[in-house]
């Protein structure tokens, strides 16, 4: 019985030494040299200040931003999550409608692209589809001075094909778009100065 007690407490130091410290060592110290920027979350800085990461999605309310997926959690990345309600719960058709109404009346007559009223599992997506982006490129063209087919040209840049060619779906990072807007309003303005 003592010999199986010793072994047994030899063996949890051993595996926890091993598998809860070395591996992770490891693990980490690989991906710190071969996948650096991956590693840190893909931050995004804009004058030498992190203003968020390509992988997790924020939220854009003014009218000269493309919007993102509704997001269960309020785009809070210590709390990613979905809204947990099923598709016949009342509060989420009711929060669904209003958005659907919403976005019609800055688009009428077009088809609202379910991205743009839906949200993902996480709450925390960052990016929408090409549909989502161009539903919005009017809105985004009046507020901003440009021309629509300057804004949709922006979207093109912007949109990222299957993985591979066949994993995933053609998406648009929102937070890498509206910096692209930004720097075109920031450009235009230096041009007339």
Same mark, same amino acid.
Request: charged share 20%; proline share 5%; no cysteine.
């Given at each position: 019985? +003592?010999?199986?007690?010793?072994?047994?407490?030899?063996?949890?130091?051993?595996?926890?030494?091993?598998?809860?410290?070395?591996?992770?060592?490891?693990?980490?110290?690989?991906?710190?040299?071969?996948? @650096?920027? =991956?590693?840190?979350?893909?931050?995004? +800085? +804009?004058? $030498?200040? #992190?203003?968020?990461?390509?992988?997790? $999605?924020?939220?854009? &309310?003014?009218?000269?931003?493309?919007?993102?997926?509704?997001? %269960? #959690?309020?785009?809070?990345?210590?709390?990613?999550?979905? &809204?947990?309600?099923? @598709?016949?719960?009342?509060?989420?058709?009711?929060? /669904?409608?209003?958005? /659907?109404?919403?976005?019609? %009346?800055?688009?009428?007559?077009?088809?609202?692209?379910?991205?743009l009223v839906t949200a993902s599992a996480s709450g925390l997506d960052p990016e929408i589809s090409p549909a989502a982006?161009?539903?919005?490129?009017?809105?985004? %063209?009046? %507020?901003? $001075?440009?021309?629509?087919?300057?804004?949709?040209?922006?979207?093109?840049?912007?949109? =990222?094909?299957?993985?591979?060619?066949?994993?995933?779906?053609?998406? #648009?990072? /929102?937070?890498?778009?509206?910096?692209?807007?930004?720097?075109?309003? &920031?450009?235009? &303005?230096?041009?007339t100065n």
């Open positions: 019985m +003592k010999k199986n007690f010793i072994t047994a407490f030899l063996m949890t130091i051993a595996t926890t030494v091993l598998l809860g410290i070395i591996y992770p060592l490891v693990v980490t110290g690989l991906a710190q040299v071969l996948f @650096p920027r =991956q590693a840190n979350g893909q931050l995004i +800085k +804009k004058d $030498g200040k #992190v203003i968020g990461s390509r992988i997790i $999605g924020q939220a854009f &309310s003014g009218p000269g931003y493309f919007h993102s997926r509704p997001s %269960a #959690v309020g785009y809070d990345a210590t709390n990613s999550n979905g &809204s947990q309600l099923g @598709p016949t719960n009342h509060q989420l058709i009711e929060r /669904v409608k209003g958005d /659907v109404a919403t976005l019609q %009346a800055e688009n009428p007559g077009q088809p609202v692209p379910i991205d982006a161009e539903f919005q490129v009017r809105r985004i %063209a009046r %507020a901003r $001075g440009l021309s629509a087919d300057e804004v949709r040209r922006l979207v093109q840049q912007h949109t =990222q094909l299957r993985q591979f060619g066949f994993l995933g779906e053609p998406r #648009v990072n /929102v937070l890498e778009l509206n910096l692209s807007l930004d720097a075109i309003r &920031s450009g235009a &303005s230096r041009a």
